[in-house]
Protein backbone atom coordinates (compact mmCIF):
# COMPACT_ATOMS: atom_id res chain seq x y z
CA UNK A 1 0.00 0.00 0.00
CA UNK A 2 1.55 3.70 -1.07
CA UNK A 3 -0.29 6.45 -0.19
CA UNK A 4 1.72 9.99 -1.67
CA UNK A 5 0.43 13.22 -1.26
CA UNK A 6 1.01 16.05 -3.03
CA UNK A 7 -0.33 19.94 -3.63
CA UNK A 8 0.99 21.84 -0.49
CA UNK A 9 2.14 25.20 -0.37
CA UNK A 10 2.13 28.35 1.43
CA UNK A 11 -0.80 30.60 0.56
CA UNK A 12 -3.12 33.43 2.17
CA UNK A 13 -5.85 33.79 4.39
CA UNK A 14 -8.60 33.26 1.98
CA UNK A 15 -7.02 31.25 -0.55
CA UNK A 16 -7.78 27.93 -2.33
CA UNK A 17 -5.49 24.89 -2.34
CA UNK A 18 -6.28 21.41 -4.22
CA UNK A 19 -4.23 18.40 -2.21
CA UNK A 20 -3.75 14.75 -4.29
CA UNK A 21 -3.46 11.66 -3.33
CA UNK A 22 -1.87 9.12 -5.50
CA UNK A 23 -2.99 5.77 -3.69
CA UNK A 24 -1.56 2.30 -5.36
CA UNK A 25 -0.30 -1.52 -4.00
CA UNK A 26 -5.03 -1.89 -3.88
CA UNK A 27 -7.97 -1.97 -4.67
CA UNK A 28 -8.79 1.50 -4.82
CA UNK A 29 -12.60 1.08 -5.59
CA UNK A 30 -13.17 -1.06 -2.44
CA UNK A 31 -11.48 1.30 -0.31
CA UNK A 32 -12.70 4.05 2.08
CA UNK A 33 -10.30 6.98 1.96
CA UNK A 34 -9.88 10.12 3.74
CA UNK A 35 -7.60 13.30 4.83
CA UNK A 36 -6.31 14.16 9.03
CA UNK A 37 -4.04 17.37 9.53
CA UNK A 38 -1.95 17.39 12.53
CA UNK A 39 -0.07 20.75 13.76
CA UNK A 40 3.43 20.25 16.00
CA UNK A 41 2.48 19.43 19.56
CA UNK A 42 -1.18 17.96 18.97
CA UNK A 43 -3.10 14.87 18.30
CA UNK A 44 -3.42 14.09 14.18
CA UNK A 45 -7.43 15.51 13.69
CA UNK A 46 -9.82 14.13 11.20
CA UNK A 47 -10.87 16.56 8.01
CA UNK A 48 -12.75 14.43 5.93
CA UNK A 49 -13.85 11.14 4.60
CA UNK A 50 -15.01 9.56 1.76
CA UNK A 51 -17.08 6.02 0.91
CA UNK A 52 -17.19 3.88 -2.14
CA UNK A 53 -20.11 5.51 -2.95
CA UNK A 54 -18.89 8.78 -2.92
CA UNK A 55 -20.75 10.12 0.43
CA UNK A 56 -18.41 11.95 2.80
CA UNK A 57 -17.99 13.26 6.18
CA UNK A 58 -16.46 16.59 7.51
CA UNK A 59 -14.94 17.75 10.50
CA UNK A 60 -17.33 20.68 11.27
CA UNK A 61 -14.25 23.19 11.26
CA UNK A 62 -13.96 22.67 7.39
CA UNK A 63 -18.11 22.14 6.48
CA UNK A 64 -18.46 24.42 3.60
CA UNK A 65 -14.98 25.17 2.67
CA UNK A 66 -13.15 22.03 2.05
CA UNK A 67 -14.55 19.04 -0.62
CA UNK A 68 -13.20 15.86 -0.42
CA UNK A 69 -13.42 13.72 -3.87
CA UNK A 70 -11.88 10.60 -5.79
CA UNK A 71 -11.21 9.25 -8.99
CA UNK A 72 -11.51 5.53 -8.78
CA UNK A 73 -10.68 5.37 -12.38
CA UNK A 74 -7.08 7.05 -11.92
CA UNK A 75 -6.68 5.84 -8.01
CA UNK A 76 -6.33 9.48 -6.86
CA UNK A 77 -7.73 11.22 -3.67
CA UNK A 78 -8.56 15.09 -3.69
CA UNK A 79 -8.88 18.02 -0.50
CA UNK A 80 -10.49 21.19 -2.32
CA UNK A 81 -9.87 24.17 0.18
CA UNK A 82 -11.67 27.29 -0.12
CA UNK A 83 -11.36 30.18 2.57
CA UNK A 84 -8.32 28.97 3.85
CA UNK A 85 -7.56 30.15 7.41
CA UNK A 86 -4.84 30.57 9.74
CA UNK A 87 -5.60 27.70 11.63
CA UNK A 88 -5.78 25.19 8.77
CA UNK A 89 -2.29 25.53 8.72
CA UNK A 90 -0.98 22.27 9.47
CA UNK A 91 0.69 18.42 7.67
CA UNK A 92 -2.14 17.34 5.86
CA UNK A 93 -2.07 12.82 5.41
CA UNK A 94 -4.06 10.69 3.06
CA UNK A 95 -5.60 7.43 4.62
CA UNK A 96 -7.36 4.44 3.61
CA UNK A 97 -9.25 2.01 4.62
CA UNK A 98 -9.19 -1.25 2.70
CA UNK A 99 -11.56 -3.70 1.63
CA UNK A 100 -14.94 -1.34 3.50
CA UNK A 101 -17.88 -0.15 2.05
CA UNK A 102 -18.48 2.92 4.59
CA UNK A 103 -15.90 4.27 7.64
CA UNK A 104 -16.17 6.95 10.13
CA UNK A 105 -13.83 9.64 10.72
CA UNK A 106 -11.39 8.97 13.42
CA UNK A 107 -8.09 7.80 13.20
CA UNK A 108 -9.05 4.55 14.22
CA UNK A 109 -11.26 3.64 11.37
CA UNK A 110 -8.16 3.58 9.18
CA UNK A 111 -5.11 1.63 8.59
CA UNK A 112 -3.07 3.44 6.05
CA UNK A 113 -1.41 6.55 5.53
CA UNK A 114 0.52 8.87 3.99
CA UNK A 115 3.65 10.49 4.53
CA UNK A 116 2.06 13.95 4.59
CA UNK A 117 1.41 17.58 2.50
CA UNK A 118 2.40 20.68 3.89
CA UNK A 119 -0.11 23.47 4.19
CA UNK A 120 0.47 27.06 5.80
CA UNK A 121 -1.75 29.80 5.52
CA UNK A 122 -0.69 33.46 6.32
CA UNK A 123 -2.69 36.27 7.64
Known sequence: VQLVESGGASVEAGGSLRLSCAASGFNYNTSCMGWFRQTPGKVREP?????????????????????????????????????LKPEDSAMYYCAAELDVSWVGLTRADFGWWGRGTQVNVST
Open 47 to 83: VASINTDSTTLYADSVKGRFTISRDNANNMLYLQMNS
